[in-house]
């Protein structure tokens, strides 16, 4: 969650037991930093780092959540109109998994060709093999669903390599997950899926984990305390 998931704030939620957590969202180049300056000016949060300070700023967010819980993956959620600052992010130790945003719907980063619009992209395929190709970490690639025909895009995320699918499963107009799409996906593709939205209680999990998904990730209820609960047997 941008402006709000940096390593303090990862610390503390790790021990209700997750095994990754997932830095950001940032910007790594010129177009994606200006557009975020944007969404600041009208009041949104972000996470704002000059072009010559941010690489450095991952890696050292990183180390602080190595420092305390080496058993857990970093990831970082990253947004670039092009793939060479997405490949650079390669260098730093500390990180697992590099998350390619094709999610975020603020117009800013949409007009750029960044975020949710990159799902609109002719290149995503060539956008995110060549990152795959480029980086030694593992890569994620995060969606928002119900914006384009979902199982295309999966095959296209599929195909170019990379490791995760993480599938914001947004159901427009209710406080739930499209479990039924996140089904379908599941039955269809091979790349292991990770459940997003609306999870927080033990029942939601239980309910994403019959789609078939590989794992899920939670955002929201960790900034309301809602989670309550420890989620490290699911
Ligand atoms: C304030 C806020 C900032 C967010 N920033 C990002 C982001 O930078 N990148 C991203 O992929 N998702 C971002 N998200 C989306 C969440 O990661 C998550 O996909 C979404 O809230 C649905 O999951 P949840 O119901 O568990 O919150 C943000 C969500 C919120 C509420």
Same mark, same amino acid.
């Given at each position: 969650m941008a402006g709000i998931t940096d390593?303090?704030?990862?610390?503390? %939620?790790?021990?209700?037991?997750? *095994?990754?957590?997932?830095? =950001?969202?940032f910007n790594l180049d010129e177009p994606?930093?200006?557009?975020? #300056?944007?969404? !600041?000016?009208? =009041?949104r949060k972000e996470f704002h780092f000059p072009?010559?300070?941010?690489?450095?700023?991952?890696?050292?967010?990183?180390?602080?959540?190595? $420092?305390?819980? $080496? $058993? +857990?993956?970093?990831? +970082?959620? %990253?947004?670039?109109?092009?793939?060479?600052?997405?490949?650079?992010?390669?260098?730093? *130790?500390?990180?697992d998994i590099i998350e390619i945003n094709c999610h975020c719907r603020q117009p800013e980063f949409q007009e750029i =060709?960044? =975020?949710?619009?990159?799902?609109?992209?002719? *290149?995503?395929?060539e956008f995110i093999s060549e990152v795959v190709d480029n +980086?030694?970490?593992? %890569?994620?690639?995060? &969606?928002?669903?119900? +914006?384009?025909?979902?199982?295309?895009?999966?095959?296209? &995320?599929?195909?170019a390599g990379a490791d995760y699918l993480h599938v914001d499963a947004m159901k427009p107009g209710v406080f739930d997950a499209d479990y039924d799409l996140l089904d379908n996906l599941c039955s269809n593709l091979k790349i292991p899926i990770i459940g997003n939205n609306s999870i927080d209680s033990e029942e939601k999990i239980k309910k994403m984990l019959e789609t078939g998904v590989f794992g899920f990730s939670i955002a929201r209820a960790l900034i309301s305390?809602? !989670?309550?609960?420890?989620? #490290?047997?699911?």
């Amino acid at each position: 969650m941008a402006g709000i998931t940096d390593a303090e704030f990862l610390n503390k %939620v790790i021990p209700y037991g997750f *095994d990754v957590a997932t830095l =950001g969202g940032f910007n790594l180049d010129e177009p994606t930093i200006e557009a975020s #300056s944007l969404i !600041l000016e009208r =009041g949104r949060k972000e996470f704002h780092f000059p072009l010559n300070l941010i690489f450095s700023h991952i890696e050292s967010e990183a180390s602080l959540i190595k $420092d305390n819980h $080496d $058993d +857990v993956k970093v990831s +970082v959620n %990253v947004r670039s109109t092009t793939p060479e600052p997405i490949i650079k992010l390669d260098e730093i *130790d500390d990180l697992d998994i590099i998350e390619i945003n094709c999610h975020c719907r603020q117009p800013e980063f949409q007009e750029i =060709g960044c =975020g949710q619009s990159m799902l609109q992209r002719e *290149d995503l395929g060539e956008f995110i093999s060549e990152v795959v190709d480029n +980086v030694s970490k593992e %890569v994620s690639v995060k &969606i928002r669903a119900n +914006v384009v025909d979902d199982l295309k895009i999966g095959h296209i &995320i599929e195909d170019a390599g990379a490791d995760y699918l993480h599938v914001d499963a947004m159901k427009p107009g209710v406080f739930d997950a499209d479990y039924d799409l996140l089904d379908n996906l599941c039955s269809n593709l091979k790349i292991p899926i990770i459940g997003n939205n609306s999870i927080d209680s033990e029942e939601k999990i239980k309910k994403m984990l019959e789609t078939g998904v590989f794992g899920f990730s939670i955002a929201r209820a960790l900034i309301s305390s809602k !989670l309550n609960f420890d989620i #490290s047997s699911f």
